[in-house]
């Protein structure tokens, strides 16, 4: 049975206040250290992307995407939109008799992505996306550390799994990612109760 997305949404929401009310300067568990880090950066990556999205929504809205129009000898098919040079020689091929028209669109193609980029780098797209890959990258380092970090404790345990979780909010067809998440939380549940049968009880 699947669970449904409020339901999740609270576990998640409990969880987080749970962490967050754990005490700082925890040396013991380094998973609620990155997990502070954590608290940081992914909203902060959240951030960034919807506002570099609205800045690209809002460049396509004025110039439109750097392409160009290739026309069809056959009247019957659609004109096709080129992005890239590599496209225009698959769509013309690479017969003699195209090779002037070739070399028109991709001038033109290039005119186009110069004007993108210049227009980009004036209303602020450019450092957007670079601020975006940067923080991007800080997440994608701290889901490694969160993967391989032993959790010491039930604290660690559950903050490995909010990581995890709040990734794969963003990331719903993200690869495989989360099944190194799961089997290494796994292992820490085994590991601390493992640890808990073996410590001795207060006989009263």
């Not at 997305?5 to 013991?28: E, Q, T, Y």
């Not at 380094?30 to 570099?52: D, N, T």
């Not at 690869?175 to 089997?183: A, H, I, K, M, N």
Request: glycine residues 4%.
């Amino acid at each position: 049975m699947r669970t449904s997305k409020a339901s999740r949404h609270a576990a998640l929401s409990a969880a987080i206040r749970v962490l967050d009310a754990a005490p700082d300067g925890n040396d013991a568990e380094p998973l609620l250290v990155l997990w502070k880090e954590w608290r940081a950066a992914f909203p902060l990556s959240e951030h960034l992307c919807r506002e570099a999205q609205q800045l690209e929504r809002y460049l396509i809205g004025r110039i439109g995407l750097p392409a160009v129009e290739i026309p069809m000898s056959d009247p019957e098919r659609p004109m096709v939109r080129a992005t890239d040079p590599r496209q225009i020689d698959r769509v013309l091929g690479t017969a003699p008799a195209r090779l002037a028209q070739r070399r028109r669109l991709k001038r033109a193609l290039r005119v186009a992505r110069a004007r993108w980029n210049a227009e980009a780098a004036a209303c602020g797209l450019t450092a957007a996306i670079r601020s975006e890959v940067a923080a991007d990258h800080r997440v994608d380092e701290l889901l490694r550390i969160a993967a391989v970090t032993p959790a010491h404790s039930l604290m660690g345990a559950i903050a490995k799994l909010v990581v995890i979780e709040q990734w794969g909010e963003r990331e719903p067809e993200g690869d495989d990612l989360p099944w190194p998440f799961l089997r290494s939380v796994l292992s820490d549940l085994v590991t601390l109760a493992a640890e808990q049968q073996q410590r001795p009880t207060l006989s009263g």
